[in-house]
């Protein structure tokens, strides 16, 4: 009896462990990489970095300002075109999803959200990129803007859900018509929920490559132009990564410290949105 | 057969059902509500009288399933005829909830103001004006007069639903429902929303839902009894508690059943 | 019916106003937020109608042999994509094998030991690795992942189990292996506040019966509350299977992109993800454009069936909840 109870014990403390050095690798890994990435990348962060446009191959010195801005108007057109399709439709699902529609519209959205990204590229190839004749950093945008949309969807819903009933009775009651309930009470109280969906759906989308391949394409030099080519963050690091010379790899490293700390910000802001706000709305 | 419009007789019901798809949770029930009077609907949980008191509003309808048979007629008029406008209806009859409902976004003031803002655009001095008689007509204002731009959940549980009467009040309703509006308060809560009944009857027609026998006894004017659907008993309050005319609502009120 | 005797009151001024009109900006609010609420839907209709009209060619040209056979010459015309969809399933099993534990052990520890304190801020770490895009991950594989396995994990994994077929040939850095445990990285957070949303969701008696049956803490976690949320684990799972069938970029700098099948795990393979990224540019003819359509219309039909499957397991477990929807 005894020795059975030792085996217990020893199994249960064993396994305890365990789980808990698990727990422990997963942080590593995160640990590991965010410290690779300042560990190889800081270094090469001065202001022609920021400043300055990539030098011909084998050339050392330059920058990536080209795709700096380019990130930002591609993600910014991103949000431009998916952030109020996005919202409005997790408004639609929350307030007359109830129907036929309603539910095909969110079998839909959990489609279009275990999709992969490189098809949804492809998909914006075919729309954009072949009608147009070129490629644009408008397609990139559209193509952002329909990975952002479902995510956005289902977010905005569960957000305006969590909002008692009993606040969207006491509006009604009040003369409230069902639109000004719905937009000034209801989103308006769940609005620190919806901000960080936007957060983190930005945040997800700024470090997508595969759907920029085939419709920003990228582009070497400065172009601020959305009907051209542009280059973004993602598709350099990819190109630096990918190619032969050492100065590139450096580069590559640099980039995508600069990336990876624009998306910790935009995640550390929509956990702060969460955190500051949210706790008066419940 | 609906009476004569009456001014004095400003709410009343015909022969009003309300249902849920096909159950029906208040059966045939015709009250007149006269002016300017206190009437307290009675009942043990469930016998409808709650989802009585949200037909005269339409509020019933907005729940799955809700509609209604019958009548409500304000000055003799069917607010469910098919041109009335159930968002205008609700402006003219307040309603104050079991919970507080404070608009968590919105300060004290903007809370009260919300009602009237709905109601197209005022000059900023009139919207001061009824925000302050909304909170002084709810025993409110001495104590938040000094922190209107607080947030409305700094206030305690008591104040928060009396800011919700006053909320209802901003707009000028004429008439007030209150659905079991000390509920979810403490006795010293409790207490101050009793006692602003009172005052409020002298300008407002009121109808409110309690489950609690001694506070229908001490705020109404006329009590209804609520049983299964059906309006048992109606009458003057004093009347019903000391000679009740039907042997359900005796057993009611002498803590029988219910 | 029950009429009321008559007070007394004062006659008050009549402050009635007809009750008419209609809400205009309801219907408006209604038609707005339907037609946006439409573009999901038609975007999946554009989407499938597209794949398939553009996959037609390849389609008809090479029927059910597409996805059976392995040659792949674009200068022939000749297009067979087995071993992209044998590269595809292979790695992503191989993650799964390699996150699962792990995974899962994230969760448990969360959810059942972890003091309270701790509980926040690992998951918000374990939930950061699903913030870090795709090419950083391919850029810290390639350059720190490779060498890693390259000194530390092959030799001694040769030297024990390098009898085997899934041990053969050269390591050359990019392989399956590699894809498979950068695959793995990626998909643990989503695995993990999967599972851990499901964990939470069984109810306190399941673990309290356990316990006051005598039960240790561990045995109350692995007999009663994991056998409870079964259903929604293999959800969690199967939905971390769905991301790393997708996943492209990290694979694509990884994996090593050769068209062969093969055993080994220290082999290159490919991926169908990985193909489109790296061939569709260079699609000179339109048959080859059409394969590598036709590929992306089997990729898609694959992860919707594979999420499709998942979702209809979590939500077994957690009706009505929405588990798992903040990581997805």
């Not at chain 2, 007789?9 to 006269?34: H, M």
């Amino acid at each position: 009896m005894s020795v059975r109870r030792l085996r217990r014990r020893l199994v249960s403390g064993t396994m305890t462990t365990l789980v808990g050095v698990l727990s422990f690798v997963a942080v590593l890994a995160l640990l590991l990489i965010l410290g690779h990435l300042v560990a190889k990348g800081a270094s090469s962060l001065d202001w022609s970095f920021f400043t300055k446009n990539p030098v011909p191959a084998g050339e050392s010195g330059g920058g990536v300002a080209n795709a700096i801005v380019g990130t930002a108007i591609i993600v910014g057109l991103a949000a431009l075109i998916g952030l109020p399709i996005g919202i409005g439709t997790g408004l639609y699902l929350a307030e007359y999803g109830s129907g036929r529609l309603g539910w095909t519209v969110r079998f839909v959205a959990d489609v279009l959200n275990g999709t992969p990204s490189i098809v949804i590229g492809i998909f914006a190839w075919t729309w954009l990129v072949k009608p147009m004749g070129h490629f644009s950093a408008l397609a990139g945008g559209v193509a952002l803007a329909a990975l952002m949309v479902p995510m956005l969807a289902r977010t905005t819903e569960e957000m305006v859900r969590l909002v008692p009933h009993s606040l969207r009775e006491a509006a009604l009651a009040l003369g409230y018509a069902r639109w000004r309930t719905s937009l000034r009470i209801v989103a308006r109280t769940a609005l620190a929920g919806i901000l960080t969906g936007c957060l983190v759906g930005i945040a997800r989308v700024a470090g997508e490559t595969a759907p920029l391949l085939f419709t920003a394409l990228g582009n070497l030099n400065f172009s601020t132009h959305v009907l051209e080519p542009m280059q973004t963050l993602s598709l350099q690091i990819y190109v630096y990564a990918t190619g032969p010379f050492d100065e590139w790899h450096r580069m590559a490293w640099a980039a995508a410290l600069v990336l990876m700390g624009l998306v910790l910000i935009l995640a550390l802001a929509a956990r702060w949105a969460l955190r500051s706000r949210y706790g008066a709305a419940r | 057969m609906a009476p004569p419009a009456d001014a004095r007789l400003q709410l009343e019901t015909a022969r009003l059902t309300a249902l849920y798809g096909r159950r029906a949770v208040v059966k045939d029930v015709s009250i007149l509500f006269p002016t300017h009077t206190v009437t307290a609907l009675i009942g043990p949980s469930g016998c409808g009288k709650t989802t009585f008191l949200r037909c005269l509003n339409r509020m019933h309808e907005l729940s799955e399933g809700g509609w209604i048979t019958g009548k409500v007629l304000l000055h003799g008029e069917d607010i469910y005829d098919p041109g009335v406008d159930a968002v205008q209806l609700r402006r003219r009859i307040g309603m104050v909830f079991q919970r507080p409902t404070p608009f968590p976004t919105m300060s004290i003031y903007d809370n009260v103001a919300a009602g009237l803002r709905v109601n197209g655009s005022r000059p900023r001095a009139q919207i001061d004006a009824a925000v302050e008689g909304a909170l002084r007509r709810a025993a409110l204002w001495d104590e938040v007069k000094d922190r209107l731009r607080h947030s409305a959940l700094d206030l305690s549980g008591g104040q928060q639903q009396r800011l919700c009467v006053a909320r209802a009040l901003a707009p000028e309703p004429e008439v007030l429902l209150l659905d079991e509006p000390t509920a979810s308060l403490d006795p010293t809560g409790t207490q101050r929303i009793e006692e602003l009944l009172h005052e409020l009857k002298t300008r407002y027609t009121i109808v409110i839902v309690t489950h609690n026998l001694q506070q229908a006894a001490r705020v109404s004017d006329y009590t209804g009894f609520f049983y299964l659907g059906d309006l048992v008993e109606l009458g003057r309050t004093e009347e019903l508690f000391t000679k009740p005319t039907k042997h359900q609502t005796e057993a009611y009120i002498t803590g029988r059943f219910g | 019916m029950a009429t009321l005797p008559m007070e007394q009151a004062a006659a008050p001024e009549p402050r009635w106003q007809v009750l008419r009109g209609t809400n205009v900006g309801d219907r408006v609010y209604r038609g707005v937020l339907t037609a946006q609420a439409l573009s999901l839907p038609l975007l999946l209709l554009a989407l499938v109608s597209e794949l398939a009209l553009n996959a037609w060619p390849a389609i008809r040209r090479f029927g059910v042999h597409f996805v059976w056979t392995s040659v792949w010459d674009p200068v022939a015309g000749v297009f067979g994509a087995a071993p992209m969809i044998f590269g595809t399933i292979a790695s992503s099993l191989l993650a799964l094998l390699l996150a699962v534990p792990l995974s899962l052990g994230v969760a448990i520890y969360l959810t059942e030991f972890a003091p309270k304190w701790l509980r926040q801020p690992v998951s918000f770490l374990v939930e950061l690795l699903a913030a870090i895009p795709s090419v950083v991950y391919g850029l810290w594989g390639v350059f720190v992942l490779i060498p890693f396995l390259r000194t530390y994990v092959v030799p001694p994994l040769r030297a024990t189990l390098g009898w085997t077929p899934f041990l053969s040939g050269v390591f050359y850095g990019n392989s399956l292996l590699a894809g498979s445990v950068i695959l793995a990285i990626m998909i643990v957070p989503y695995i993990a506040a999967v599972s851990r949303e499901v964990l939470l969701a069984v109810p306190v008696s399941q673990r309290e019966a356990a316990l006051g049956m005598g039960a240790t803490r561990w045995e109350a976690v692995w007999t009663a509350v994991v056998p409870y949320g079964r259903a929604g684990l293999i959800g969690a799972v199967i939905l971390g299977l769905g991301r790393a069938l997708g996943e492209t970029m990290a694979v694509t700098m990884l994996i090593g992109n050769r068209h062969d099948i093969g055993l080994s795990v220290l082999q290159p393979a490919y991926t169908m993800a990985a193909a489109i990224a790296n061939e569709f540019s260079e699609a000179t003819t339109d048959l080859y454009l059409s394969a590598l359509f036709e590929v992306g219309l089997i990729l898609f039909v694959i992860t919707v069936a594979v999420n499709a499957l998942a979702r209809l397991m979590i939500w077994r477990v957690a009706r009505g909840t929405a588990v798992g929807s903040r990581a997805l």
